[in-house]
């Protein structure tokens, strides 16, 4: 049981490159969720999706796809990046068991230059 | 969400008992308080939530009085691994189609010290 997963965990990029962040769960959570976390700050969420096949913006969308083609899997990706995009990348998936709870995967490292 | 104020930084020493208090003065009927944690090169981790009163578990105790506008996350006796970012989060946890927003602010930047 592996909890929330996320590869890569460290990239580089230069402006204008795209990626795209995996994420997987093993946890049978309904929902996922893409939170972006800048030094010294609390995280923000990106995007989340409340179930398989639906997807919603958070706080920060702009310059950020997803996709959710499965209830275990959640990516992000980043079409043409920008040094602003230079963070630290958090999926989690939501427990339905109790309130306001998320199991965090580990994160990516990206540095966009 | 309800807003809330935190501490931005504290520091400690090994063995004592460390008190993070968080001010959430618009906190509605409904919300509850949730506290994760947060180790460096960690995602956040889910460490105590309560209603009123006091809740208990095996990491940490939560204080809640009666008026709800503030709480206080006790750790007995740290220890250097306890040195984290501690978050306040309020909210009343609505599935909100089916997903839940947690709003984190800055929290509160812990140091052990030996």
């Known amino acids: 049981n592996a909890g929330v997963t996320q590869t890569p965990k460290f990239q580089v990029l230069k402006t204008g490159q795209s990626m795209t962040l995996q994420c997987a769960q093993d946890?049978?959570?309904?929902?996922m969720y893409w939170y972006r976390q800048d030094p010294g700050m609390g995280l923000r969420l990106i995007y989340y999706?409340?179930?398989?096949?639906?997807?919603d913006k958070g706080e920060v969308p702009n310059g950020y796809n997803v996709s959710r083609l499965n209830k275990r899997e959640f990516s992000l990706r980043l079409e043409s990046a920008a040094p602003s995009q230079t963070s630290v990348y958090f999926c989690?998936?939501?427990?339905?068991?109790?309130?306001?709870?998320?199991?965090f995967g580990p994160g990516t490292r990206l540095t966009v230059l | 969400l309800a807003k809330t104020t935190q501490p931005i930084s504290m520091d400690s020493y090994e063995g004592q008992e460390v008190n993070i208090t968080c001010s959430h003065n618009?906190?509605?009927?409904?919300?509850?308080i949730t506290w994760y944690q947060q180790f460096p090169s960690q995602g956040p981790r889910f460490i105590i939530q309560?209603?009123?009163t006091k809740v208990t578990n095996e990491v940490a105790s939560l204080f809640i009085p009666a008026d709800r506008k503030s709480s206080t996350l006790s750790l007995p006796r740290v220890s250097l691994s306890d040195t984290a970012v501690y978050y306040c989060?309020?909210?009343?946890?609505?599935?909100?189609?089916?997903?839940?927003?947690?709003?984190f602010g800055q929290g509160t930047r812990l140091t052990i010290n030996p």
């Open positions: 618009n906190i509605a009927t409904n919300d509850y």
């Open positions: 999706s409340a179930s398989e096949g639906t997807t």
């Open positions: 946890m049978n959570h309904n929902s």
């Open positions: 989690a998936g939501g427990s339905s068991g109790r309130y306001n709870e998320q199991f």
């Open positions: 989060l309020v909210g009343d946890g609505a599935i909100i189609q089916g997903a839940q927003k947690l709003v």
């Open positions: 309560g209603y009123k």
